[in-house]
């Protein structure tokens, strides 16, 4: 949303447009924390409510588990029979979707979302089996429980125990159109397990014992809470950008915290902690970077990602803005995402200095908005505080101030022969070639030697009394102050649009990194186009079929390790998975690199559980390489190793890696499963 025109943002306005699109059906979710709450009877219950209203409502697909109440439900309702096929020889009952699309009712009915279809339905998952019936313009009505959510499963395993196998992606759930929370109290559902209206007798009884224990409900409830309240403030947020309204709206606090490569960067992020958990807000943590500015080094790139790694540890939301001023975006940025508190370090710069070069936090206290502002004053202790990152050398090259004077010495012999043909004051003007120059191509201090010497220059040469440094004309003082004035702005200006102009290239050279790749792959035949060149499925053609894919294989990993290396020049290999369910490895950096068992160990654990481990994080962090998942939209196809840190990985080295991590399951899911 533009801050200054406020119109609404359309990608926003398109979304709002869509929700009123009658063409399409709405969808609307019981959700519950745990099996037992009864979403299923408060769907049944809605549906009768329906029914009276004059609605067509049908069931595609309920399961009782043999409830009597849940059954009595179903009496007056219209149910549309299932449609069994057979599966190893036996037969299964599924939801019929081609029946139900051709009896095209108002409201559907589909129990269980996150079920798995049989082989041979229409589609793998039933979630998909709603997207279509959706795209009918039926309305679904359907149930499930937090757990099967793909972002939540990490979080339910740790909590219970159990990772679900059933899940479904949180961009399903983003689509809804409706939300109704089935909540009960934690003491009534256990009564409901003991009187075996939840699972027989003896399950019941496991079931208290391991999965149903009062903390695990505690915390699948506020875990279903806080996703319908993430939920809702994407609503809010999208609703305000279609409608263009300035923020922040006080619905939900949110706060975010604004760190610079500095010792007192973890204190702030503590602080902002402290704050988001005593107000029970969701947190950000950003950083700007000032355009043309690349990237920290040395000690100033270790205060900001030890204290972005302890906000991604401390939950939370890692984000990275790039402008020349930085209040304009944390303010921008604020606007944007309804943040109601910006937690800021307090400048500690001297009074004096900081009435001429006004820092973001005296620019946030004068800002028109709605937020918060929290100012924190930097408490360390002494032996933190005297860290201080290295001075950063300059280069002196004396050949530089030697091509400076060469400029100066030619400008002088032309203004020489010019002075009979022009007024002699104006010549000094020409001397801004010189000092542009060596602003463009040699920097500051150059520019800065070059515009003294120019200006004594035209001063020994050009002004009365010649060859003398002194001036008697009021004309010739006032064309010097203008110039000397002229030529400090022209070598700030060549300064800033020289970093501009980097930070560009910078960026461009990470778009054609990805650009690149892509292509690459592109390049590489389709699975579909080589198999419908076979005709039949002989013991020769699976042979040929068996070299092609290892051909392609290893083109995709050389092609993967070799934009690895751009983004971060370490040594770096890549593993697929086998047939047999092993990793085997691929491509590497170098011949030499070693890999003993203690990494395909850590490699091993990442494969096995989708997530980031090894060194510079908080899973095995012993051994040399850190190693990042290569994740399809279904499984994990194999993983990246690091010979580095991820802590000390900037967030953009992390997203570049993620997108190169993702180009690669893409092309790769189809040839790594044969």
């Not at 003896?202 to 506020?222: V, Y």
């Not at 936090?361 to 990152?389: C, Q």
């Amino acid at each position: 949303m533009d801050e200054n025109n406020l119109r609404p943002d359309p990608d926003a306005l398109l979304k709002e447009i869509e929700k009123d699109d009658v063409k399409k059906g709405r969808l609307k979710i019981f959700l519950g924390y745990a099996p037992g709450v009864g979403k299923t009877f408060a769907m049944l219950n809605e549906a009768h409510v329906l029914k009276k209203r004059g609605l067509d409502v049908v069931v595609g697909i309920v399961e009782t588990h043999k409830r009597a109440d849940t059954e009595a439900l179903l009496a007056d309702l219209e149910i549309i029979p299932r449609k069994s096929i057979e599966y190893k020889g036996i037969e299964v009952s599924e939801m019929d979707l081609d029946a139900i699309m051709a009896r095209h009712p108002a409201v559907v009915l589909v129990d269980e979302l996150a079920h798995t279809n049989i082989e041979g339905s229409h589609h793998p998952k039933r979630y998909q089996d709603i997207e279509e019936l959706l795209e009918q313009g039926i309305d679904v009505h359907t149930t499930v429980n937090i757990q099967h959510f793909e972002s939540m499963n990490d979080a339910v395993a740790k909590i219970t125990g159990v990772r679900m196998q059933e899940t479904l992606p949180d961009t399903f759930f983003d689509r809804t159109d409706e939300v109704q929370v089935v909540d009960i109290p934690w003491e009534e559902l256990i009564q409901r397990l003991k009187e075996g209206k939840v699972y027989f007798p003896k399950q019941a009884e496991s079931a208290i014992d391991h999965f149903f224990q009062r903390g695990n409900l505690f915390a699948l409830r506020e875990l279903m809470l806080t996703l319908v309240a993430r939920k809702m403030d994407s609503e809010l947020i999208n609703y305000m950008r279609a409608k263009a309204i300035r923020g922040p709206w006080p619905a939900t606090e949110k706060l975010v915290v604004c760190i610079a490569a500095s010792p007192y960067a973890k204190q702030l992020i503590r602080k902002a902690y402290a704050i988001a958990k005593d107000v029970h807000a969701e947190w950000y943590a950003i950083y700007v970077l000032a355009t043309g500015f690349t990237e920290p080094s040395g000690r100033e790139k270790l205060y900001l990602t030890d204290a972005l790694n302890l906000a991604e540890e401390l939950g939370a939301k890692i984000m990275s803005l790039s402008g020349n001023d930085v209040a304009d975006e944390i303010i921008r940025f604020a606007r944007e995402n309804n943040i109601t508190r910006i937690v800021i370090g307090k400048p500690l710069r001297s009074a004096i200095v900081e009435f001429f070069k006004r820092s973001p936090a005296s620019r946030l206290l004068r800002a028109a908005g709605d937020f918060e502002l929290h100012l924190i004053t930097p408490t360390m202790g002494k032996k933190e505080e005297d860290i201080k990152p290295p001075p950063k050398q300059s280069v002196f090259k004396l050949s530089h101030y030697f091509m400076a004077l060469g400029m100066i010495a030619a400008i002088t012999l032309s203004n020489l022969f010019l002075q009979r043909v022009v007024d002699p004051s104006t010549l000094v003007y020409i001397y801004l070639i010189a000092t542009s120059v060596s602003a463009l191509l040699f920097g500051m201090w150059p520019s800065i030697f070059t515009s003294v010497v120019s200006l004594l220059t035209y001063d020994f040469f050009f002004t009365i009394p010649k060859y003398s440094f002194t001036m008697k004309d009021p004309k010739e003082i006032l064309n010097v102050l203008v110039f000397l004035f002229t030529a400090i702005i022209i070598g700030q200006l060549v300064k800033v649009v020289k970093k501009q102009n980097i930070s560009l290239q910078l960026r461009l050279e990470r778009v054609v990194l990805i650009e690149e790749m892509s292509k690459e792959f592109l390049t590489l035949p389709p699975l579909e186009q080589l198999v419908e060149g076979l005709a039949t499925f002989s013991q020769e053609t699976m042979n040929t079929l068996a070299f092609l894919r290892i051909t392609i294989i290893n083109d995709i990993s050389n092609i993967t390790i070799k934009n690895v290396r751009k983004v971060i020049n370490v040594p770096c290999f890549l593993l697929f998975k086998e047939k047999n369910g092993d990793l085997q490895l691929w491509s590497k950096s170098s011949p030499d690199l070693e890999i003993n068992q203690n990494d395909l160990a850590v490699a091993k654990w990442t494969f096995a559980h989708g997530q980031i481990a090894g060194a510079g994080t908080e899973t095995l962090p012993s051994i040399p390489y850190c190693f990042l998942p290569i994740k399809s939209q279904e499984e994990i196809l194999g993983v990246i190793g690091i010979k580095s840190e991820f802590k000390n990985l900037l967030p953009e080295q992390r997203r570049i890696l993620g997108t190169i991590s993702n180009l690669t399951s893409l092309v790769a899911a189809r040839w790594v499963k044969i």
